[in-house]
């Protein structure tokens, strides 16, 4: 079953179960993927879906932040709770160590050396873990291994 199956059946489930919150959640990032299916006029692939996850995710991140700044805990509670929902249909994320590692080996192979190779750096390293860790993250490691 690929993720825009797995995203409907669990809707389905969301509305048996009349659970609102993760219903709407659902259905807001289902919509994601039609509006970006009907601009592409194609169906996505998983790994298209994906993308639009990790944007998602990434969008409810930025507005966690902006809630807490602004003592909006109610909002802050629920973009938690929808990155929660989402992130159930992401890859499992690396940790650091698996990053340390994957940016040693991409150093090795760029030759990368200085902060001045980075973007030659990041080019070959960001499709290995697109999806699977977070840019930020990984342009901090990338920063303390090139010094």
Same mark, same amino acid.
């Given at each position: 079953?690929?993720? %825009? &199956?797995?995203?409907?059946? &669990?809707? $389905?489930? %969301?509305?048996? /179960? #009349?659970?609102?919150?993760?219903?709407?959640?659902?259905?807001?990032?289902?919509?994601?993927?039609?509006? #970006?299916?009907?601009?592409?006029?194609?169906?996505?692939? &998983?790994?298209?879906?994906?993308?639009?996850l990790s944007r998602e995710v990434k969008q409810r991140k930025d507005s966690l932040q902006e809630f807490s700044k602004a003592g909006r805990d109610d909002l802050a509670t /629920? %973009?938690?709770?929808?990155?929660?929902?989402?992130?159930?249909?992401?890859?499992?994320?690396? =940790?650091?160590?698996?990053?340390?590692?994957?940016?040693?080996?991409?150093?090795?192979?760029? =030759?990368?050396?200085?902060? /001045?190779?980075? =973007?030659?750096?990041?080019?070959?390293?960001?499709?290995?873990?697109?999806?699977? /860790? &977070?840019? $930020?993250?990984?342009?901090?490691?990338?920063?303390?291994?090139?010094?």
């Amino acid at each position: 079953m690929n993720l %825009a &199956d797995r995203l409907n059946e &669990d809707m $389905k489930q %969301a509305m048996r /179960a #009349q659970d609102k919150f993760r219903l709407t959640t659902i259905r807001m990032v289902r919509a994601a993927v039609k509006n #970006q299916e009907i601009e592409l006029r194609r169906p996505l692939e &998983d790994s298209e879906v994906i993308e639009i996850l990790s944007r998602e995710v990434k969008q409810r991140k930025d507005s966690l932040q902006e809630f807490s700044k602004a003592g909006r805990d109610d909002l802050a509670t /629920a %973009a938690a709770s929808e990155i929660d929902i989402i992130s159930e249909y992401l890859p499992a994320q690396l =940790g650091e160590e698996e990053i340390k590692t994957l940016v040693t080996q991409t150093i090795q192979e760029t =030759g990368a050396s200085s902060k /001045a190779d980075m =973007g030659k750096l990041m080019g070959a390293l960001m499709p290995k873990v697109k999806g699977r /860790a &977070d840019g $930020k993250l990984v342009n901090q490691i990338v920063q303390q291994l090139l010094q």
